[in-house]
Structure formats: structure tokens, C-alpha cells
């Protein structure tokens, strides 16, 4: 590996890095219990970053496939490969200020609830 890659590759790892410190930040601000899990590239097994006990994974990239971000009038999108579970794209500080607005309401944020696909 050149020097170049490695270069590359660090910067990559520090951009991970600085997107888990600003989502913990991000949720710490609205009173969420929330912890950077992969410091110093140590790969924690159940996600980058937990917040109110749950884990979440951080990827970033200098440019996303606009198809995943909303447009229009739009809070999110909602996206599924054929045959697997569909996920939800929406802006970070809107999910998190929605995990607040479930703690303050006493709400159980963790829910191991299962909901189930209709046959």
C-alpha cells in the first residue's frame, strides 16, 4: 500500500470518527443518554455510537445517491431491498429530537417488540 492510500484511508477514519462525535454531541444536547462506542478504531461489536441503549451505526461519504435523500415537501424515505426489511432515511437531529420527545413522555424508547410482516 502507498503512502497515498494510507493517507487517504486515515482521513476516511477520522470522518468517521468526527460524524460519531457529532451525533453523540447532537443527542447529549437534547438530553439523551448517549456514548461514542468506536473510539480509537476499536470496532465496538454492537455499533458505533449508542444512544438511549440503542446502537447505531455512522457511515459517511463525501456524496450519497440522491434517490436517498428527501425531496419535496418530505421528512424522510423509506427504502427496501426485494426480499429484506425496509429502513427509513431521515435528518439525524429530527430522529434524535424524536427520541427526546419519547423520553419526556415516559415512552419506552427500547422496544424489543417485533412487528410483524403481514402474510
Known amino acids: 500500500m502507498t ?3 494510507s493517507r487517504r484511508g ?3 477514519r477520522q470522518r468517521g470518527a468526527e460524524l460519531q462525535r457529532e451525533i453523540t454531541r447532537m443527542a447529549r444536547f437534547y438530553e439523551l443518554e448517549a456514548h461514542n462506542r468506536d473510539r480509537g478504531g476499536a470496532q465496538h461489536e454492537m455499533g458505533d455510537v ?3 441503549k440503542q446502537y447505531y451505526g ?5 456524496k450519497m445517491a440522491q434517490w436517498l435523500k428527501p425531496e419535496k415537501q418530505e421528512v424522510g424515505v423509506f427504502i427496501r431491498e426485494d426480499f429484506h426489511k425496509s429502513f427509513i432515511v ?3 437531529e429530527h430522529y434524535i429530537s424524536l427520541l427526546r420527545r419519547l423520553k419526556s ?10 412487528i410483524k410482516k403481514d402474510t
Open 90 to 92: 431521515i435528518d439525524a
Open 58 to 62: 455512522c457511515k459517511r461519504r463525501k
Open 3 to 5: 503512502k497515498e492510500h
Open 50 to 52: 449508542e444512544i438511549e
Open 10 to 12: 486515515k482521513r476516511n
Open 105 to 114: 413522555c415516559n415512552c419506552n424508547i427500547v422496544s424489543t417488540r417485533r
